[in-house]
């Protein structure tokens, strides 16, 4: 079992920046496939990026070179710092751990990027 708390959405202007963080407990961090999906109102869950116990990042064509996800093994947390934000990046975002056949998810923390 792995818990996962995100933090840091809230509401940001067009073309400004904000920092995810989603903390996690419960097993060993160090282990899981780390990610970030987004959900739009209707709209599927996606895939925007994630990041291996190696290091090795994925990113989601809408959000290169604009998304940057990164995690620290020590503090068992994952970040997703996002610039250059766009109202079409308007969505809950939710964390996830992913390791063998176990799979969680974190609450979703809302970003809304308006002017």
């Known amino acids: 079992q792995v818990q996962l708390v995100e933090s840091g959405g809230g509401l940001v202007q067009p073309g400004g920046s904000l920092r995810l963080s989603c903390a996690a407990s419960?097993?060993?961090?160090?282990?899981?496939?780390m990610g970030w999906y987004r959900q739009a109102p209707g709209k599927q869950r996606e895939l925007v990026a994630d990041?291996?116990?190696?290091?090795?990042?994925n990113y989601a064509d809408s959000v290169k070179g604009r998304f940057t996800i990164s995690r620290d093994n020590a503090k068992n947390t994952v970040y997703l710092q996002m610039a250059s934000l766009k109202p079409e990046d308007t969505a809950v975002y939710y964390c996830?751990?992913?390791?063998?056949?176990?799979?969680?998810w974190g609450q979703g923390t809302q970003v809304t990027v308006s002017s």
């Open positions: 996830n751990a992913h390791f063998s056949t176990y799979f969680y």
């Open positions: 419960g097993s060993i961090f160090s282990r899981y496939v």
């Open positions: 990041i291996t116990r190696g290091g090795t990042t």
